[in-house]
């Protein structure tokens, strides 16, 4: 029997959050626009409007986008909200770009699927006080993309020998 080889690079904590933020956009929206029902029109309606509505926009992408990520055995696996999972070798990971807002970091990656078309990913990692969690998936996946291009230059290198 092979044991098998886990290791998770998102956070434990990531659907729930999607999830919280989408229930405040469906709670705030409404009452952002009750609110203007009720007020005269002014200029600080429109910035604060313009606001809450590129926040929605911005959670919207974030619930499309996000993703479970795991390292099992030599394989990653991308699992979005409402997808089957797909697992990628380690050749197929793109270059993954992360930035980072208060204490939560965010890291996109594209892969590259069978049929040569590019799926964009993001891990959502929390490094809040409660949440126990270290991870860097941006190092991580560079790591694996690298050991594995050594791992070919290397076979190729005995072959031609």
Same mark, same amino acid.
């Given at each position: 029997m092979t044991e098998q080889k886990e290791m998770t690079l998102s956070?434990?904590?990531?659907?729930l959050g999607i999830y919280i933020q989408l229930l405040a956009c469906l709670i705030g929206v409404p009452y952002m626009f009750f609110l203007f029902m009720q007020k005269e029109f002014d200029i600080g309606m429109v910035i604060f409007g313009a606001f809450v509505l590129g926040?929605?926009?911005?959670?919207? *992408? !974030? #619930?499309?986008?996000? *993703?479970?990520? +795991?390292v099992i055995n030599d394989k990653l696996v991308l699992?979005? !909200?409402f997808k089957p999972s797909k697992t990628y070798s380690f050749e197929k990971i793109g270059?993954? +770009?992360? #930035? +980072?807002i208060k204490r939560t970091s965010y890291v996109t990656v594209k892969m590259e699927n069978e049929d040569k078309v590019l799926e964009k990913y993001l891990i959502i990692n929390n490094h809040h006080l409660l949440s126990f969690e270290n991870k860097n998936a941006k190092q991580v996946l560079i790591s694996l993309r690298n050991m594995d291009k050594q791992e070919n230059e290397t076979l190729n290198n005995t072959d031609i020998k």
């Amino acid at each position: 029997m092979t044991e098998q080889k886990e290791m998770t690079l998102s956070s434990n904590w990531t659907t729930l959050g999607i999830y919280i933020q989408l229930l405040a956009c469906l709670i705030g929206v409404p009452y952002m626009f009750f609110l203007f029902m009720q007020k005269e029109f002014d200029i600080g309606m429109v910035i604060f409007g313009a606001f809450v509505l590129g926040i929605t926009a911005l959670i919207i *992408c !974030q #619930f499309i986008y996000a *993703c479970d990520a +795991r390292v099992i055995n030599d394989k990653l696996v991308l699992k979005k !909200q409402f997808k089957p999972s797909k697992t990628y070798s380690f050749e197929k990971i793109g270059n993954p +770009r992360s #930035f +980072r807002i208060k204490r939560t970091s965010y890291v996109t990656v594209k892969m590259e699927n069978e049929d040569k078309v590019l799926e964009k990913y993001l891990i959502i990692n929390n490094h809040h006080l409660l949440s126990f969690e270290n991870k860097n998936a941006k190092q991580v996946l560079i790591s694996l993309r690298n050991m594995d291009k050594q791992e070919n230059e290397t076979l190729n290198n005995t072959d031609i020998k």
